[in-house]
């Protein structure tokens, strides 16, 4: 049995009592408290307040917690929890945090549906909305857009001492976004070799789009040291012959892209006999199988480990998207792990038929995932997923299935037509992807007869980058 780690929420009221005793008086609503919370697992407290923080339980600025509620159990080795930590840093920065949107509360939900499937006490989840919804509404909210000036001034100054920022190691790793992989390729006039300033070129330029184009790449999840997780699976492998492959696949993954060598078969026979071996998931397996899908949604970006997969390898793959895409929300992680990998195989053309193959099956379970989860990295994911088959359906519309055509445009406009909380990210995810299936599919009809009232329905004061994209929508 793989060991488990307990995980609890801890709750303050930073009110310290007066909101149950005054609220009912000043806004006409009866408030139980002004709730800050923190997620309590490996024997840390991690917490979010401007920046992700760490301390031993007890410790924090906030005092002594008014409650403890146990969220559960997890079989989510702490290398992994770190890694994770490590790739939604983005979303919960001194620029994303919001008292009313983007709180320490939503941090300690989405920590723990991935550690455990399991959402925080949604009370706590809705109190800036209940505290907005009544007649001193308004003033409410000047009085909290001020109090988030102040918690961000503090965040700056509160990383001594016993508390520090998460994952602060002595020589930190670059921090990407989740699928730090994607790349904007030069556009075609830098590409030019110039000396042709003709009209066709200047009407190019005046009409060159900055964020849909036809040669953008897919998305990548590329981030993570293989070393702390090869570590902690020899630890848990009782055969010789499996911790062996370990090492050769840890060795493999420290070479360069550039430097690829053709991999060990017993690599592949480790990754083979790992997942086809796991008919069914429980507690007893999960976490293993997340830390193998972990390294193997690195592994399967070398263009000579994806060839395998091709033929030989390809019941791997089919046992990955039939067995792990569609599980229960206790086994989340390893879910969204799978749709990782799911992913990362778009970086291989040679694997497009596979992905054209199951489409269906794995859109299927990724706008399920969407629906049910509240976790940005998950809806991030799944953003990802969408974009990386639109840029298939703009490349090659008339082999592409109607079906999938069909499956990603309605996907899309219930994503932002229902108004699912959506980052900035995922929303620009979700974009790109409209855009592409417009850009190269004539079967695109009923999306580009919605695209007008798709727009409406994003807010167009968001950031820049959703305003240009939104702008290059149009305009298709």
């Not at 002004?34 to 920046?51: M, P």
């Not at 969220?71 to 890694?83: A, C, K, M, N, S």
């Not at 999960?286 to 390898?313: D, M, N, P, Q």
């Amino acid at each position: 049995m793989e060991e488990s780690f307990p995980v609890s929420l801890v709750v303050y009221d930073l009110s310290g009592g007066l909101a149950r005793s005054l609220s009912q008086a000043i806004i006409g609503k009866q408030i139980e408290g002004i709730w800050h919370t923190g997620v309590v697992v490996y024997g840390k407290e991690f917490f979010w307040g401007g920046i992700i923080q760490e301390a031993i339980p007890g410790t924090t600025q906030y005092g002594r917690p008014i409650k403890t509620i146990k969220l559960g159990d997890t079989f989510i080795p702490q290398e992994i929890f770190r890694e994770w930590l490590d790739e939604v840093i983005p979303n919960y920065s001194l620029e994303t945090y919001s008292i009313l949107n983007n709180n320490c509360n939503n941090f300690s939900n989405e920590v723990s549906q991935f550690l455990t499937g399991t959402s925080i006490p949604q009370d706590i989840l809705n109190l800036p909305s209940d505290a907005l919804n009544t007649p001193s509404g308004a003033m409410i909210k000047n009085f909290i857009l001020q109090m988030e000036q102040g918690v961000k001034m503090r965040a700056m100054n509160q990383l001594g001492g016993v508390i520090s920022r998460v994952n602060d190691h002595s020589n930190p790793l670059p921090q990407l976004d989740l699928f730090g992989g994607y790349q904007q390729p030069l556009s075609n006039s830098q590409l030019n070799s110039g000396g042709n300033s003709s009209k066709t070129e200047k009407l190019e330029k005046k009409t060159e789009r900055k964020h849909i184009k036809e040669d953008n790449k897919p998305m990548i999840s590329d981030q993570g040291t293989p070393n702390s997780i090869v570590n902690r699976l020899k630890s848990m492998e009782k055969s010789d012959e499996r911790r062996d492959s370990l090492d050769l696949l840890e060795k493999y993954l420290e070479k360069s892209i550039e430097n690829e060598e053709e991999p060990d078969q017993r690599i592949f026979q480790l990754f083979d006999n790992v997942f086809r071996d796991a008919t069914t998931v429980d507690k007893s397996n999960s976490s293993l199988l997340s830390s193998y899908l972990f390294l193997f949604r690195l592994f399967i970006l070398r263009r000579k480990a994806a060839g395998y997969y091709v033929k030989e390898g390809r019941g791997t793959l089919v046992h990955i998207s039939q067995h792990f895409l569609s599980l229960p929300s206790s086994f989340s992680t390893l879910s969204t792990m799978a749709l990782t990998v799911m992913t990362n195989l778009f970086f291989q053309s040679i694997l497009e038929d596979f992905l054209l193959e199951k489409s269906e099956l794995i859109l299927s379970n990724a706008i399920e995932a969407f629906k049910l989860s509240d976790s940005t990295s998950v809806r991030q994911i799944v953003g990802t997923l969408f974009y990386n088959y639109s840029l298939i359906v703009s490349r090659q519309s008339g082999k592409v299935l109607s079906s999938l055509m069909d499956k990603l445009a309605s996907g899309l406009v219930e994503f932002i037509e229902k108004k699912y909380k959506l980052d900035e990210e995922t929303l620009f995810r979700l974009l790109l992807a409209i855009g592409h299936l417009l850009l190269g599919s004539s079967s695109a009809e009923e999306l580009r007869k919605k695209k007008e009232s798709l727009l409406s329905n994003i807010d167009m004061m968001e950031k820049d980058k959703i305003r240009e994209i939104s702008r290059e929508i149009k305009d298709i």
